[in-house]
């Protein structure tokens, strides 16, 4: 039990450095993760915008989003979490 929360903190903490540095060089950043058995789409600010059971779904919608919000003017970043903890780029603006 104390091991899953001591993976849990090690895995926020990756979380939370991935999310300021992409924030750091874009305007917004989108990061699909999952928790527990749903991917949650979450932007720079932490916040939720959209879960799914299934992985293909949840970064349809971030890129979407990200679409959206490029075409809008915003330098965007979508990120995917790996079973191993670390983000793997999904898409950014070219």
């Known amino acids: 039990m104390c091991d899953t929360a001591k993976e849990d903190r090690d895995r926020f903490a990756r979380f939370v450095r991935w999310r300021d540095m992409a924030k750091a060089d874009h305007d917004r950043a989108y990061h699909v993760v999952a928790h527990d058995d749903c991917w949650w789409v979450e932007n720079d600010t932490g ?16 890129l979407e989003a990200a679409h959206h919000d ?11 979490e790996q079973s191993d903890g670390s983000f793997k780029l999904a898409w950014q603006s070219p």
Do not use: K, P, T, Y
């Not at 879960?51 to 971030?62: F, K, N």
């Not at 490029?70 to 995917?80: E, F, Q, S």
């Open 47 to 62: 916040e939720s915008r959209h879960s799914s059971r299934d992985e293909h779904d949840a970064v349809a919608w971030a």
């Open 70 to 80: 490029h075409a809008r003017g915003l330098d965007v970043i979508v990120c995917v």
